[in-house]
């Protein structure tokens, strides 16, 4: 059987650019709305993306969880913060894990974004739905090309996560970060 294999590329630019328009929005938003300009007011944009960005990510892990307990949340540094280690899911499991984030964040802040019309609302909204591109990347990626397939993690020697095998049938691809 022959394995594919594929660098995930896209995944660093993704985590680049929603890290990057995640900060500006959150200082766009408190520089002219709330009138705050200065350091400070910067340092507070990126941590309030980081924490909308772990709160995703652990939104992930509960929803692996149950269906891998061995499931745990990993810091990549190459990656720039956090991976889902899932170990081992299915098609339906994985696009579940994929989308629980927008179902349990995102839906909740627009809704709440459009009852209150809240600045500050609107701003994790949007920081959110950035947190979110990879995710949205990878999903689409699984719907389109992935259907039925299971996806692996794989590890090296030192038990670092090095890629992702989805397999489905005779087809077999080797994702590698």
Not at 12 to 19: D, I, K, P, R, T
Not at 33 to 57: G, K
Not at 92 to 104: E, G, S
Not at 160 to 166: A, D, H, L, S, T
Request: glycine letters at 6%.
């Amino acid at each position: 059987m022959d394995v594919e294999v594929r660098k995930l590329r896209g995944i660093y630019a993704s985590v680049v650019v929603s890290f990057v328009a995640g900060c500006l929005v959150f200082y766009a938003i408190f520089t002219q709305h709330l009138n705050l300009i200065d350091m400070t007011t910067a340092l507070w944009a990126v941590l309030f993306f980081l924490l909308i960005a772990v709160l995703h990510e652990f939104v992930h892990y509960a929803v692996a969880k149950k269906y891998n307990p061995e499931a745990t949340i990993r810091v990549i540094p190459r990656l720039g913060g956090l991976l889902l280690d899932y170990v081992r899911l299915d098609y339906n499991q994985y696009v579940k894990t994929a989308l629980a984030p927008l179902f349990f964040i995102q839906v909740p802040l627009t809704v709440a974004w459009i009852l209150s019309g809240d600045i500050i609302v609107l701003t994790l909204t949007v920081a959110h739905l950035l947190a979110s591109a990879v995710d949205i990347v990878c999903l689409f990626s699984a719907v389109i090309s992935h259907r039925g397939a299971t996806f692996n993690m794989v590890y090296d020697e030192k038990g670092r996560v090095v890629g992702v095998v989805v397999e489905r049938g005779d087809k077999i691809i080797f994702y590698q970060l």
